[in-house]
């Protein structure tokens, strides 16, 4: 096999790595949803992110063939807040899906692409353009068809919960990009599992106590309360993996616009699991914001390809 073709070949299977990563993610987020509301959305992000550091512990233990030590040796105060910005992050879009259709969902947290950029411009110094100002306004038009502040029911306050977590998820990817590559993905995964379980239980005890109520009966039904966020944390971590894996054989320009796949998954798993039906003006604020972002990604692939 010559060189480009072998290089083809590498690149096709980081593309593939990446649209099979972008397709599961829903279906973790599907898991979520599932479950009863009676659950506490803290216990049950909690749970999630512990049982996703389990399986970040056990790959790690494997890999290095002994018992891992200390999880936090070396960790900075910019380890510590990207950790808890993706707990933050992570537990509003989980509260979200309580209350919005999962295709709106993954709409108003796709804009977290065009978050990054601002976010970036800020703490990173990168370029910020008059196109990515147009964009985010187009977006913010998007936003503004779905959320419709106007009628301020529940589905237009569970909307803001997906927004607030895409604000928050793009804290996270600058901070990690911020971060550098000091360490291993695995090792990182590791760490917000552990911050972000301890967090969310924490908080939890101290509204439990302050409030003097008693932790809800469902949470010892094992197939209630253990059963989703176990699921969710697996097929997460294989998607987790699966999107490092992608970024190490393909080039990024490639790999962006598959991570839209994400969105047709959602609105397949919407429609023939949660028979969510869209209506029209919600429908057209998605494709304006999905148009916004693609858009960015493809603009910036070409800023890259021409450097």
């Known amino acids: 096999m010559s060189h480009v073709a072998e290089k083809r070949h590498t690149h096709l299977m980081g593309m593939a790595c990446m649209a099979t ?3 599961l993610f829903p279906v973790k987020d599907s898991f979520m949803k599932m479950q009863d509301d009676r659950v506490p959305i803290l216990l049950a992000v909690g749970l999630y992110f512990f049982i996703q550091a389990c ?3 056990t790959l790690i233990t494997f890999k290095e063939r002994r018992f891992y030590g200390n999880p936090f040796a070396g960790m900075k105060w910019l380890n510590l807040g990207r ?7 992570m537990g509003l879009f ?3 899906l309580r209350h919005v259709p999962l295709a709106v969902a993954f709409a108003l947290f796709t804009i977290q692409g065009l978050f990054i950029v601002v976010l970036g411009y800020f703490i990173l110094g ?3 353009r008059l196109r990515h100002i147009l964009l985010i306004f187009m977006a913010i038009c998007g936003v503004m068809l779905i959320i419709r502040p106007t009628e301020l029911d529940a589905t237009f306050l569970g909307s803001l919960f997906p927004l607030a977590a895409a604000a928050m998820f793009s804290l996270y990817i600058v901070l990690t990009r911020k971060l550098g590559k000091a360490q291993a993905p695995i090792y990182l995964l590791l760490q917000d599992g552990l911050i972000a379980s301890s967090l969310m239980v924490s908080i939890y005890a101290i509204t439990l106590f302050t409030s003097q109520q ?3 009966v469902v949470i010892w039904d094992a197939r209630i309360f253990i059963m989703p966020p176990t699921m969710a944390a697996l097929i997460g971590s294989i998607s987790s993996l699966m ?3 992608a970024a190490r054989l393909a080039p990024v320009g490639k790999l962006v616009p598959l991570t839209y796949l994400e969105f047709v998954s959602a609105a397949l798993i919407g429609v023939f699991i949660f028979a969510e039906i869209l209506d029209y003006l919600t429908m057209v604020g998605i494709a304006i914001i999905m148009t916004a972002c693609i858009s960015n990604a493809i603009l910036n692939r070409s800023d890259d390809d021409n450097k």
């Open 21 to 23: 990563a972008a397709m």
């Open 55 to 57: 399986i970040a512990f």
């Open 83 to 89: 950790s808890l910005a993706l707990a933050i992050s």
């Open 94 to 96: 989980f509260a979200g």
């Open 126 to 128: 990168e370029a910020l």
């Open 214 to 216: 008693s932790l809800p």
């Open 243 to 245: 999107m490092i894996q």
